[in-house]
């Protein structure tokens, strides 16, 4: 039991970097710290004190944790994974040292998954599992009122030792809670970073809408238009943590709200964080009618299924190029039939796939297609099918992005379970857990044979000549690259690239460096795709 009757109304809400800034990386600025906001909205509405501290735009965020802290209600920190992970775990520590008495919760995938890490090296004195924004509800009630949180759903928490799971919560619905309390967000600050970049490599940056016209500034805004996800695949911890199930706000409300939020925050982009916007078919369709109506005023961009709009009819597709969607996200993950049944996906890739992407590319809005290789098992031409369909994709949609990434054994998956009865030693400290998982370009942790490596890291290379990205040399040498690099996806061909060996000749000899060469970063987590072959 905690006891805080001697204890202000102040929640401190804390959310980790998402990448080492000691790296010279860092996240996306139009990353809003929406998980934070969304459990912010029951307290906050019964009348807290309530405070974001987000590492990313708060260069003092320990000095100013610290002051929050002292005398506070409650620690909460929520965090996904990677250095997000290790960072949070860091400042918790620290801040428990200071404050011994300080109720400290944990929520977000991470934590869902490996509460006992969390409980176990006394950061937590409880960690929420699955959708936080009631059940954060009912721990802040708790630990004011001094219950034991043993008694709060959707928890779990030590006891005697031992790690105890409390009542199930089941997944609500948007009407069961309040609004998201906009007022805790100081938009300024991210449209500050969006706009000034500095010397940071980006990581999960969004290509901006093709056609911006010329000296248009972006402000994105983000927003979590719906839970969960109903889809099964094996890589993914959606399926267990949130049961499947998919909560949204109707295609209606989530056109009202932006409206407001546009008015209030004046953003001309919205990038939706949803892990799957586009279930619906018909909330899709209101949601573009709605914007339409009112003149398209922004763009944006979201998550879709492939076989969901292969299911989609076509007067749907063109609301979305009407209402300005500027890019669809898709997850293809497998380039074979027998791989894309074993992760569940299922993804008919002799006809939906092209299908699916063509409908979207022919209307003018990007494609952004995710595959993965080296799932727990897959033998190599497995890998190589995918990489091969990959290319395929990236021949035939030109300038939209298929992007590789390796396996990543993640926590509460199908293919978690299934890597460690293959033998992998997962993580087991916050430090270990902390320096994996990270998507980019390091397989240390899964086994890619090294074949497979080479193939992959030359179609990255041979990917960024085709979409013209290179900026040096005269204009038809890169007009021959492009012409060459579109032969080799198509044939799946990537031996003796001796043209790009000459061109990393010709880099290196103006003094330029591999990452100066490119022009831009397209891709959704890889930051730059390297040039050297
Ligand atoms: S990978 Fe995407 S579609 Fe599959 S379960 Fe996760 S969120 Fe859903």
Same mark, same amino acid.
């Given at each position: ?7 202000? *109304? ?21 990353? #809003? ?23 990313m735009v708060e260069p003092d965020y320990m000095a100013k944790l610290e002051e929050l802290c002292d005398g506070a209600l409650l620690f909460a920190g929520s965090c996904i994974l990677g250095f997000q992970v290790v960072h949070g775990a860091r400042v918790a520590r620290r801040l428990r040292e200071r404050f011994p008495d300080l109720p400290m919760v944990w929520g977000g995938w991470f934590p869902s998954v490996v509460p006992e890490l969390y409980l176990r090296e006394g950061i937590a004195d409880a960690v929420g599992l699955g959708q936080g924004e009631l ?6 009630? +708790? ?32 009407? *069961?809670?309040? *609004?998201? @309390? ?13 706009? /000034? ?31 969960? %996800?109903?889809? @099964? ?8 943590? &949130? ?32 892990? /799957? ?11 573009? $009618? ?10 944006? /961009?979201? &998550?879709?299924?492939?076989? &969901? ?13 009407? +209402? ?24 008919? #890739?002799?006809? /939906? ?8 590319? $022919? ?5 952004? &297609? ?9 033998? +190599? ?54 320096? %994996? ?12 044979? $090294?074949?497979?490596? #080479? ?73 730059p795709n390297p040039v050297s072959s």
């Open positions: 039991m905690i006891h805080a009757s001697s204890r202000s *109304k102040r929640i401190v809400l804390f959310l980790p970097h998402r990448a080492d800034p000691d790296e010279g990386v860092r996240v996306a600025a139009d990353l #809003l710290p929406l998980e934070l906001l969304q459990i912010a909205s029951v307290p906050y509405s019964e009348g807290y004190e309530v405070h974001v501290v987000d590492a059940t954060f509800g009912d721990v802040v009630r +708790a630990i004011e009122s001094g219950e034991p949180l043993g008694s709060v759903p959707g928890l779990a928490v030590l006891e005697d030792g031992q790690v105890r799971y409390t009542d199930h919560r089941p997944v609500v619905g948007f009407d *069961k809670f309040p *609004k998201v @309390p906009w007022d805790l967000l100081d938009f300024e600050k991210y449209v500050h970073l969006q706009q /000034n970049p500095g010397r940071a490599k980006i990581r999960h940056k969004l290509p901006d809408p093709l056609g911006l016209p010329a000296g248009t500034k972006l402000r994105t805004f983000s927003y979590f238009s719906s839970f969960g %996800c109903p889809e @099964p695949c094996t890589f993914c911890c959606s399926p267990r943590v &949130t049961g499947r199930r998919w909560k949204a706000l109707t295609g209606k409300d989530l056109a009202e709200d932006l409206f407001e939020l546009q008015d209030r925050f004046k953003f001309n982009h919205v990038r939706f964080q949803d892990a /799957n916007f586009g279930v619906a078919e018909k909330r899709s369709n209101e949601f573009c $009618e709605a914007l339409i109506e009112a003149g398209s005023p922004y763009w944006w /961009n979201a &998550t879709y299924e492939v076989e &969901t709009i292969a299911r989609y009819k076509e007067a749907s597709c063109d609301l979305l190029r009407d +209402a300005k969607c500027h890019l669809v996200i898709l997850g293809a993950e497998a380039g074979s039939k027998e791989q894309q049944e074993r992760i569940k996906k299922k993804i008919d #890739l002799d006809t /939906n796939l092209e299908l699916a992407l063509g409908r979207i590319y $022919e209307r003018g809005i990007q494609t952004g &297609t995710t595959w993965i290789i080296g799932y727990p098992g897959e033998e +190599a031409p497995s890998m190589v099918a995918t990489i091969d369909m990959a290319a395929k994709m990236k021949h035939r949609f030109p300038g939209s992005a298929s992007d590789i990434f390796p396996f990543r054994p993640i926590p509460g998956t199908e293919d978690f379970d299934e890597s460690v009865k293959l033998g992998y030693q997962p993580p087991r400290t916050f430090e270990e857990w902390g320096s %994996c998982l990270e998507y980019k370009y390091e397989t240390n942790d899964i086994s890619i044979p $090294e074949e497979i490596e #080479l193939r992959w890291r030359r179609y990255g290379s041979t990917a960024t000549f085709y979409d013209g990205l290179t900026k040096h040399g005269s204009s038809w040498v890169r007009r021959a690259m492009q012409r060459m690099s579109g032969w080799r996806l198509a044939h799946g061909e990537y031996r003796f690239p001796i043209e790009q060996k000459l061109y990393d000749l010709y880099v290196r000899a103006s003094g330029k460096s591999e990452a100066d060469a490119v022009r831009a970063d397209r891709t959704s987590g890889v930051t």
